[in-house]
């Protein structure tokens, strides 16, 4: 089963509105959780990431997440997006393998910002 | 600016023709990756090196061939390669292969297109 999951695949927003971006995550033996942008042309760059206490995440580019266990899930928030934010997220954990962690990433929810 | 760097930017290469992926990281990082990224496709963990040792393989064909001369420079081979291999290929590091809190730092990629 997949580690972290994206539900939507593409996400409209216009310029000025808020944002959130969903990420499910199931059972695993890290609560560790990242999100990461990727913008055209170019690599993922890291946003936040939760590894535990406050459950309210501040990131770069004014995004936040909230990790909520009772939900499983770890969603992507903006107050206000500029156009700017048009990219692919991802979100992502590490999923253990053997005595190890792999880093493993959501299939991604593409942003469109319309003006 | 990244400290990951990727070269080249853009490849194009005939099924028979041999090539190499270059990525150089300046983070003193001891654990570097290459991922595949395909259109609609999740990202697809290919090797990870953690201090100049390969530590994963993930199923990948013998046509990609992963090189880690030391722990700043990783390379990926490419001989006889399909259409299907057309991607972006993503080079990353971490402090530290194995830690399920260190988060990845990407370079920008290699645009492949396989004629």
């Known amino acids: 089963a997949q580690s972290v999951t994206q539900p939507d695949i593409h996400i409209t927003v216009s310029e000025g509105a808020s944002l959130e971006l969903r990420c499910n995550y199931s059972y695993g033996a890290t609560p560790y959780l990242f999100w990461y942008v990727q913008s055209p042309g170019q690599g993922l760059q890291l946003l936040l990431k939760y590894f535990s206490g406050d459950t309210l995440v501040q990131g770069i580019k004014g995004f936040e997440a909230e990790f909520k266990r009772s939900q499983s899930s770890f969603n992507l928030r903006k107050p206000s997006v500029h156009w700017s934010d048009a990219a692919e997220y991802f979100c992502a954990r590490p999923d253990q393998s053997g005595g190890s962690y792999i880093p493993t990433f959501g299939r991604g929810t593409s942003l469109i910002v319309h003006p | 600016e990244t400290g990951v760097t990727q070269t080249p930017r853009h490849l194009v290469m005939g099924m028979t023709n041999k090539k190499s992926l270059k990525c150089e990281q300046h983070?003193?990082?001891?654990?570097m990756y290459w991922y595949k990224q395909s259109a609609k496709k999740p990202l697809e963990l290919m090797f990870v090196?953690?201090?100049?040792?390969?530590?994963e393989n993930n199923s990948v064909p013998s046509r990609f061939s992963p090189e880690c001369p030391n722990s700043s420079h990783l390379f990926l081979h490419l001989h006889t390669l399909q259409p299907e291999d057309s991607a972006l290929y993503l080079c990353?590091?971490?402090?530290?292969?194995?830690?399920?809190?260190?988060?990845?730092?990407f370079g920008n990629g290699t645009r492949l297109t396989v004629t």
């Open positions: 090196y953690s201090l100049e040792e390969r530590v």
């Open positions: 983070l003193g990082h001891n654990a």
């Open positions: 990353a590091s971490s402090q530290d292969f194995g830690d399920s809190g260190s988060p990845l730092h």
